[in-house]
């Protein structure tokens, strides 16, 4: 018998292996989803086994024995796998990446796949300072012995709820002998759990209609669009369809983008629903993830809730799959490694699965709504708050014709003096942090540039820095131009500029910004949110990070700032992306019992996409932006791969590109479109290009994609020189 590995290596190939002879650990045997260690060269790398087969295309000879089985059960079960495998054939990658990117990282080296949970005891001396007062200066010390006190054997996870940071004064009560702990395994929760902890609202009709109709589909493949702004009530939907698929026993796996998992939203899950609900995102410690992972191998989770990655978490018999924010840039992996849609491989699960699906979103993807008008996906609105057109008073406000302040226009600085006086709060948004996207010399025209990219410095004022929003380049920043000794100035604005000029138009009203320099760790967002929530800050300075799943009930006043940004990108998806942004933001306006209202500046009032957008909102302009799709052959009407390169020099990545297009066979049909470099061309030190690959129909390019990339691989190239293949990629640059 012949063991087939997939190692995590760029080796698009599984690997053949002896099963080892004497087990030392019954029941841990070779079997697809069981990770192994193997030899391998002179390393010992951690794979999974694939297959098992009679016989391996090696001589026998050259087999080399499995050192180790590590699980007696697998960790990838054959649904997972058989997903794993479709992945790597279609993005076209290797199946040991795949497969690696489904196991958390201390999975990968070798970490028990066991539920064990980790216990906090006081130790004799620990309750003796208790007593005494050994420990009265050291509070949060002292704090966290009391609670071990008063609860021993308290799990890890207790702790995280009950404390921000407990890891720290736990150390030093573990170094100091007054604390210690225990692994033991998870005791599975009684079976006489409720279900439901909490209940919600009662439905609306078209919330219990769109329950109903989801409800109805189970045990069979349905995608559903739930269509419906931020707060038309869509998680409300998504509790009930999980609810149901509990009563039946199911499970159920619910994705969101990486920013969208805020602890509300958590939260709202661990309220209403009594089970195990594990929580897999990025922001995780790597033992934080592997604790949530193991939930899942041991079943013992019956709703996981996660980022990207979770699509392939092992998640038996399930019964429905959510995706909310379908349209969420943050589901496709695009900068490194394996490529792929976590949207599109969750309907694929779904669809081996036989269970339904729903795609929650107010403004969906421009492919999501094509499959609607095609048939393939059935809609449910929530049309409750106006559809999805834009609250009533929508305005342009044309910025050739008014004095403009520091990015902000007359009128919108009237209107923000109205809604403030009425009471209300006002949220402008820019998508730009920092302070000034450009320093600039007074005298000799000199620009801070980045020297590792082809882009300017950002001015970070208060943090007296430069930095450069692509590379991470860090600096100080020039009190003169280093070039001939005059003055700087800082040209155009950010989020931290908006913030300086509007607490001297408005010095009596509290502002807080929202943006990636604001919100850094864990905790940050949440005392932000709840500063607007409260109603304590009246104006609200934010970022893309606005528009993401807060409900901000007293804003009546939303400004978008620089519309402009994006509508002649020459990225075809760029118009898309400023549609849903737009609506996004302006549907953080009016929320409450007030009635909102939404400007938004713009140096061309006559665009096309703007025109339609106000008139018709978001239904109307996608509508437009589908024709456009179709008469240009660009997604959903085409299928696009492409082939990307980068060097230390541009030539170097080009001329790869080049060598590789002359390499490929395509019929008539496909497109090759290219060389050509990235719009960015230069990013972090290095040169990138691409190559298009356009097909009206799906099957033919990915026939041709297999034999093409094994000829790619054989191109002799620089040692600088990388590449890679994105397919359906998201960002065209
Ligand atoms: P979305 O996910 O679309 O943003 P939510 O489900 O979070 O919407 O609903 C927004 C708010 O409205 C929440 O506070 C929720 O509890 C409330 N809500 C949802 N459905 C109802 C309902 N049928 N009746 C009353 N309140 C509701
Ligand atoms: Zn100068
Ligand atoms: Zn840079």
């Given at each position: 018998m012949v063991v087939r590995v997939a190692l995590d290596t760029p080796l698009r190939r599984l690997f053949d292996y002896l099963p080892v002879r004497d087990f030392d650990r019954p029941g841990h045997e070779p079997r697809p989803g069981v990770r192994v260690r193997v030899p391998f060269g002179r390393q010992r790398l951690i794979g999974v086994v694939h297959s098992l087969a009679t016989s391996s295309e090696l001589p026998a000879e050259k087999l080399k024995p499995l050192l180790e089985v590590i699980d007696a059960e697998p960790v990838l079960d054959a649904a997972v796998m058989e997903l794993l495998e479709f992945a790597a054939a279609y993005y076209h990658h290797s199946i040991g990446e795949v497969m690696a990117a489904a196991l958390p990282k201390l999975a990968r080296t070798g970490a028990t796949a066991q539920l064990l949970i980790e216990r906090w005891f006081p130790t004799g001396p620990g309750l003796a300072a208790l007593a005494g007062d050994e420990l009265k200066r050291a509070r949060r010390q002292r704090e966290l012995l009391e609670t071990l006190r008063d609860a021993p054997g308290i799990a890890s996870e207790v702790l995280a709820e009950r404390f921000d940071d407990w890891r720290t004064p736990m150390r030093a009560l573990v170094q100091r002998g007054f604390a210690s702990s225990a692994e033991t395994p998870h005791e599975p929760p009684a079976s006489d759990t409720p279900l439901l902890r909490g209940t919600g609202p009662a439905l609306s009709g078209e919330q219990a209609a769109a329950v109903a109709a989801i409800d109805g589909a189970a045990g069979r493949f349905a995608p559903f669009l739930l269509y419906g702004i931020t707060g038309s009530g869509k998680t409300e939907v998504y509790l009930h369809a999980v609810e149901h698929a509990l009563r039946r026993r199911k499970r159920a796996l619910v994705l969101v983008p990486e920013i969208g998992l805020t602890p509300q939203l958590v939260g709202r899950f661990r309220e209403r629903f009594g089970v195990t609900v594990a929580v897999l995102h990025s922001g995780l410690t790597d033992s934080e993830r592997l604790a949530a992972w193991r939930e899942c191998v041991a079943g013992s989770a019956r709703i996981v809730l996660g980022t990207r990655s979770a699509v392939f978490a092992p998640v038996a018999d399930l019964g429905v799959v959510i995706v909310d924010e379908e349209h969420d840039a943050s589901f496709k992996q695009h900068e490194s490694g394996f490529r792929y849609s976590a949207r599109d491989l969750a309907i694929l699960r779904s669809q081996k699965a036989q269970v339904p699906i729903v795609l929650g979103s107010a403004t969906p993807s421009l492919e999501t709504l094509q499959n609607v008008e095609t048939g393939r996906f059935t809609r449910l609105s929530l049309p409750r708050r106006a559809g999805q057109a834009l609250p009533p008073r929508a305005a342009v406000i044309d910025l050739r014709e008014h004095a403009v302040r520091a990015g902000i226009a007359t009128p919108a600085v009237e209107a923000m003096q109205r809604h403030l006086a009425d009471g209300g709060q006002v949220l402008v948004y820019i998508n730009r942090r920092g302070y000034s996207p450009t320093l600039a010399c007074t005298a000799c025209g000199w620009i801070a540039p980045c020297r590792d990219c082809d882009a300017r410095l950002t001015v970070h004022l208060a943090a007296q820095r430069l930095r450069c929003h692509h590379c991470g380049a860090d600096a100080p920043l020039p009190a003169s131009c280093p070039q001939c000794g005059y003055a700087v100035r800082h040209v155009g604005q950010g989020t931290e500029r908006v913030e300086e000029t509007l607490a001297q138009l408005f010095p009596a009203m509290p502002i807080v910004r929202l943006d990636r320099d604001v919100v850094r760790k864990r905790g940050d967002l949440e005392s932000v949110v709840s500063r607007i929530a409260s109603g304590e800050a009246r104006i609200l300075v934010g970022t893309q990070m606005v528009t993401k799943g807060h409900d901000f009930p007293s804003v009546t006043l939303v400004v978008v700032l620089n519309a402009d940004q994006g509508l002649f990108s020459t990225d075809f998806r760029a118009p898309e992306r400023v549609a849903q942004t737009i609506i996004q933001v302006a549907g953080r306006a009016g929320r409450g019992a007030k009635p909102g209202e939404v400007m938004i500046q713009t140096?061309?009032?006559?665009?096309p996409l703007l025109k339609s957008l106000l008139a018709e909102g978001y239904d109307g302009f996608a509508r437009a932006a589908l024709a456009e799709r179709a008469a240009a052959s660009w997604p959903p009407f085409a299928h696009v791969a492409a082939l990307r390169a980068s060097a230390g020099a541009l030539a170097t990545a080009t001329d790869f590109l080049r060598q590789a297009r002359q390499l490929a066979r395509v019929p008539r049909g496909i497109k090759l479109l290219g060389p050509a470099p990235a719009a960015m061309a230069k990013r972090a030190g290095r040169y990138h290009a691409q190559l298009l690959l356009e097909s009206r129909e799906r099957a033919p390019l990915h026939r041709v994609l297999d034999p093409w990339l094994v000829e790619v691989e054989g191109i002799k190239a620089p040692r600088d020189l990388r590449w890679s293949l994105d397919v359906d990629p998201l960002e065209l640059f």
């Open positions: 140096e061309y009032p006559g665009h």
